[in-house]
Structure formats: structure tokens, C-alpha cells
């Protein structure tokens, strides 16, 4: 958005920078966040105050990386959302569901988005902040939240629900899917691609050569040996822009499969040279790779 012009834009914006639906680019700042939704003004590189590698370092260091919020990055990277809109579209399959589980839901972030639950509603998490931040935001929603080591098997009976959900698995068991569903129970779910954000991952760690992990043809082969049928596969690539090397570090403590161990000591010489870079030439550019998916159970 041009520097200087206002916008309103919805409340969940406040929240939804980077990890969620996220309707606009560029540069911006928020103004005012309330329930009612945010203003947000466009600012260029230049109406910020420019900060220090050393800066930049420590902001992102003491950051809060709990949760899957991420709008900490706010005016330091965007992220552009696949076309499909699948928040809208699972609250829309929530809404004629009589049971449903969202799988690794992390802080009930997106599950949050619909605007009703079926009677009988349940997510599941693994990590205890993430837990007790699901909890909270789901329980005063009807949905319940189980804590589950995200192995096999799940905690649910076979053929407890008419849908199953899930954004950005970290695993998926496609077996356990199949086995909670009804048959005719619906597998909704937006997966990460095969090399997501690898510019960014190779830019520390050289280049990634073998065979890319989460290919959807894989995961499409898989899905079918497990007893469910293909209703939809969609995939998109989508842009993401990061202006500062906070937003590097942010996201590479908050993502901690990009750079497996990755602290600050470890890669200080290359973060400085991508600050350098970004200084020099603008934004780093890097793209994320997702698929939808939508399978029914045989
Ligand atoms: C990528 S998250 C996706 C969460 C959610 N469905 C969404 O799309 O916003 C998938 C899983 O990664 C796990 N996870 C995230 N950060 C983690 C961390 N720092 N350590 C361990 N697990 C983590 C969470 O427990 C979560 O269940």
C-alpha cells in the first residue's frame, strides 16, 4: 500500500499478519487495533527508523515466539495467502458438520476464524504453551482441546467424526485420518509444499539437493492407500517479502524445522550479510509452497 494512505481493514488483521489470511502487501504499520478491526498506514523504508544489525538482533532475540501469531512481523515482512481462502472455506464445512477434530491446531488461531462448531467439536495439540493457548481461546468457543504426542494413534474412537481438519501439519498419519473419519467423512486440510521458504533455508545453509519431502503427488498416493478418495488438490506458490533481518530471526526461532537448532551465534556472520544485502539491494523475496486438500473416506 502507498505510504501515507490509511486503510481500514478487519479485526482478525490485527492478528493474522503472517500465519493466516493476510489481504494485503507492502509496507504498513498498525495505527489502532480493537474489535472492530485496525487502521493501518502505509510507511516506506525511509519513515522508519533505521536500525543496526546489532539493533535488529536483539528486537527479534527478546521476541515472544509463542502461539502461532505472528503479527509481531508487522511492517517487517508479508506473506501472501494462497488464492483458495481456506479458513472461509473450512468455517463453511464446520458449519454443516455434526462432529468434527482440527489436527494440530496449534493456538486455535485459524480454527477460531468459523463462525460456529458442530456439536461436537475437539482439536488436538501437542506442544503444552500451545495447549494451554488453545484452551483458551477454544473452550470459551465449545471446542474441546486434547493434548496429544502427535504419534499415532489419535485419542478418538474409529468413525468419530464427519470431518477432520488440519493447516500446516508438521506430520501427517494419514492412516489414523482415515480410521477416525466416517465413511463419507471429509479430510479438509492446507499442507506446506515441497521446498517452502527454501530460499531463505538455502541462503544459510547452501544448497538442498535430494528429493523434495511433501510433494502432493506423494501425499495424494498416500491418502488413497489409507481409503480415502480425491475430491480436490489445488496448489499455489505464494510470495513472501522480508524487509529486515529481525524478521529473519523471528521467524527462523519461531519455525524451528526451517533451520533445525538455529541460534543467532551460530549463523551471525551470515545474518549480517543478508542485513548488508537487504540494506544495499531491498527485501529479501522467498516464496512458500502449500497445497489444498480435500479427500472423502471410502
Ligand atoms: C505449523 S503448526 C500449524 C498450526 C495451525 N494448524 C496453523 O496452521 O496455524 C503445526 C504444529 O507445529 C508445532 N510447533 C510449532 N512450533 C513448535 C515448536 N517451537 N516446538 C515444537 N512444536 C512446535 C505445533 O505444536 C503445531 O501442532
Redesign the pocket.
Known amino acids: 500500500m502507498p505510504a501515507g494512505e490509511e486503510k481500514q481493514v478487519p479485526a482478525r488483521a490485527c492478528s493474522l499478519i503472517l500465519?493466516?489470511s493476510q489481504p494485503f502487501g507492502g509496507l504498513f504499520t498498525f495505527r489502532s487495533c480493537g474489535r472492530f478491526g485496525a487502521r493501518i498506514v502505509g510507511v516506506t523504508r525511509e519513515d522508519r527508523e533505521v536500525e543496526s544489525f546489532e539493533e535488529l538482533i536483539a528486537l527479534s532475540e527478546g521476541a515472544d515466539?509463542s502461539g502461532?501469531d505472528f503479527s509481531w512481523l508487522a511492517g517487517r515482512a508479508t506473506e501472501e495467502r494462497p488464492p483458495w481462502g481456506y479458513a472461509a472455506r473450512l468455517a463453511e464445512r464446520l458449519a454443516a458438520a455434526q462432529a468434527s477434530l482440527?489436527?494440530?491446531?496449534?493456538?486455535?488461531?485459524?480454527?477460531a476464524e468459523a463462525h460456529s462448531f458442530p456439536l461436537t467439536a475437539v482439536a488436538?495439540?501437542?506442544?503444552p504453551p500451545?495447549v494451554l493457548a488453545a484452551t483458551s481461546r477454544l473452550h470459551p468457543r465449545g471446542v474441546v482441546v486434547v493434548a496429544d504426542p502427535?504419534e499415532p494413534p489419535l485419542p478418538f474412537a474409529e468413525a468419530a467424526f464427519d470431518l477432520v481438519s488440519?493447516?500446516?501439519?508438521?506430520t501427517v498419519w494419514w492412516d489414523e485420518i482415515a480410521r477416525v473419519l466416517r465413511p463419507g467423512g471429509i479430510y479438509f486440510a492446507?499442507h506446506?509444499g515441497p521446498r517452502s521458504a527454501f530460499e531463505l533455508i538455502e541462503f544459510f545453509l547452501g544448497p538442498q539437493t535430494g528429493a523434495a519431502a511433501r510433494d502432493p503427488r506423494d501425499e495424494v498416493t498416500a491418502a488413497q492407500a489409507a481409503g480415502l478418495e480425491i475430491i480436490d488438490v489445488q496448489t499455489a506458490r505464494t510470495r513472501m517479502v522480508i524487509h529486515d533481518v529481525a524478521a529473519v530471526v523471528y521467524l527462523l526461532r519461531?519455525?524451528?524445522?526451517w533451520l533445525p537448532g538455529f541460534t543467532v551465534e551460530q549463523y551471525r556472520s551470515r545474518l549480517r550479510e543478508l542485513h548488508d544485502r537487504i540494506e544495499r539491494d531491498g527485501p529479501f523475496i522467498a516464496h512458500s509452497t502449500r497445497h489444498l486438500i480435500e479427500a472423502r473416506r471410502r
Do not use: C, F, M, Y
Request: aromatic share 10%; net charge negative; charged share 25%.
Open positions: 500465519g493466516h515466539i502461532w482440527d489436527i494440530q491446531t496449534e493456538g486455535g488461531e485459524v480454527l488436538t495439540e501437542s506442544w500451545n502427535d488440519s493447516r500446516h501439519p508438521a492446507q506446506v519461531k519455525v524451528v524445522w
